[in-house]
């Protein structure tokens, strides 16, 4: 879930920041915007490592049958969960541990 919001903003940005860097002055028709153009995408692309969390590798065990076992990583968060409603009309919440 996290990925996929980190990805999200880290696409805006480089979005963004090649917008301003092609759009930043005009040009003359015999110009070369190329590297605006690839400026605004290395600027993002650092932009985006720099929004990204660490990344662990799945632990690994090894077993004198079986060899090599990959453990798959779990990854976990806090998630408000509908209860009902109490006796004045307000809606209750708890919270629930969800895991992938």
């Not at 985006?48 to 990583?73: D, F, I, R």
């Amino acid at each position: 879930m996290a990925t996929i919001r980190t990805s999200a903003i880290a696409f805006t940005a480089a979005i963004a920041i090649t917008a301003a860097a092609s759009l930043g002055a005009p040009a003359q028709a015999h110009a070369n915007n190329g590297g605006a153009f690839v400026g605004g995408l290395v600027a993002g692309a650092i932009i985006g490592s720099a929004l990204t969390g660490p990344v662990y590798a799945a632990p690994v065990y090894t077993t004198p049958t079986y060899g090599v076992v990959y453990e798959p990583v779990q990854q976990c968060w806090m998630q408000k969960q509908f209860v009902g409603y109490n006796y004045k009309g307000q809606k209750m919440y708890q919270k629930v541990q969800v895991c992938e």
